[in-house]
């Protein structure tokens, strides 16, 4: 079902979030009852899972889900929960330069490998966060990162993870903005190997579970959502480690200057940073040729 040919894109984020809780094991979505209930089921189950329906989300739920008939009801639903969205390309980004607050260039030399501080940038746009991390092993040695293939459990398909940048590869970049809710720094954040454990106070609650999965997958450290549990692999393109998010965090492309250690972000691969149809729209452009990096806080008080 194409939804685009009739949505507003406020509509568009708002299937996007039902679709989001029709598939979170938490806030599961029961057909049964449903075709049962009708709407005496879908609007509580809206109002307590994605939010309050007011009346005009409420006369847009009933004009596209019961507006066409209770039989093709179950087909919108359905379309709904699988509802898609588009590989973001290449084309239009713009090479920006990453400098720090005195509006110098970063060095990737000076970039800290394993740190625990929150580094951030903004791009393509200025309301779309990137990770800035230099990952390493448990011994803070930094580990070249290769390309690899990253799968989208939402639909199965895939995409290439180019590897990390700088003289030793280790240098990579993400989305900050959870691909599940759309939860940002600190409540999603970088583990790195010293703070691999359980036991950590708020927002460094990383569950068991989240940890086992880590440790299973052999990975030094991960990014990990507070919000709802949803961690992803920074040494495998940030792919989905576990959920509930099914898919992984966008990764901003960088660039690097062997010539003058500089670093450069030049696109973003995957799927669209969460809240926007595509990267590059729904936000206003970061100005110039360089974007600032902040080291906005070290969110591990244990
Ligand atoms: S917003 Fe739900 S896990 Fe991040």
């Known amino acids: 079902m194409e939804f685009g ?3 507003g894109i406020e509509d568009f984020y708002y299937l996007r979030k039902i679709s989001g809780a029709m598939k979170n094991p938490r806030t599961r979505f029961n057909d049964t009852m449903f075709i049962e209930e009708g709407e005496d089921y879908l609007l509580p189950y809206l109002a307590d899972n994605v939010g309050p329906v007011d009346e005009t989300r409420r006369k847009f739920i009933k004009g596209v889900v019961f507006g066409i008939g209770a039989i093709a009801a179950a087909s919108v639903l359905d379309a709904v929960r699988g509802l898609q969205v588009p590989l973001a390309g290449e084309n239009a ?20 490998v394993n740190n625990p501080v929150i580094v951030l940038y903004e791009y393509p746009l200025t309301n779309e966060i990137n990770f800035l991390l230099n990952l390493g092993d448990t011994s803070g040695n930094p580990l070249a990162l290769a390309s690899t293939s990253v799968t989208i459990p939402e639909n199965g398909s895939t995409y290439t993870f180019p590897g990390g940048v700088g003289a030793n590869k280790s240098i990579v970049s993400y989305s900050a903005i959870c691909q599940h809710l759309g ?8 583990y790195p190997p010293q703070y691999m454990k359980t036991g ?18 052999n990975l030094p450290g ?18 989905v480690i576990t959920g509930p998010t099914q ?28 809240g926007h149809t595509s990267t590059l729209s729904g936000g206003t452009t970061v100005s110039g040729t360089s974007s600032t990096v902040s080291n906005s806080s070290n969110p591990f008080t244990s």
């Not at 990990?224 to 393109?237: I, K, L, M, N, V």
């Not at 990764?251 to 450069?264: F, I, M, P």
Request: proline share 11%.
């Open 93 to 112: 980004y713009v090479k920006m330069l990453l400098v720090d607050s005195t509006g110098t260039a970063v060095k990737a030399s000076s970039v800290p």
């Open 247 to 274: 898919r992984p965090l966008p990764s901003t492309v960088l660039e690097w200057d062997s010539s003058t250690d500089q670093l450069y972000a030049t696109g973003s691969i995957g799927v669209p940073v969460y």
């Open 222 to 239: 991960i990014i990990h959502c507070d919000c709802h549990g949803s961690t992803y692999d920074p040494y495998h393109g940030a792919a």
């Open 200 to 217: 950590l106070t708020f927002p460094d609650f990383l569950p068991p579970d989240a940890l086992a999965a880590a440790q299973k997958a």
């Open 5 to 7: 040919s009739f949505l």
């Open 183 to 190: 939860c940002k720094p600190p409540n999603i954040h970088y």
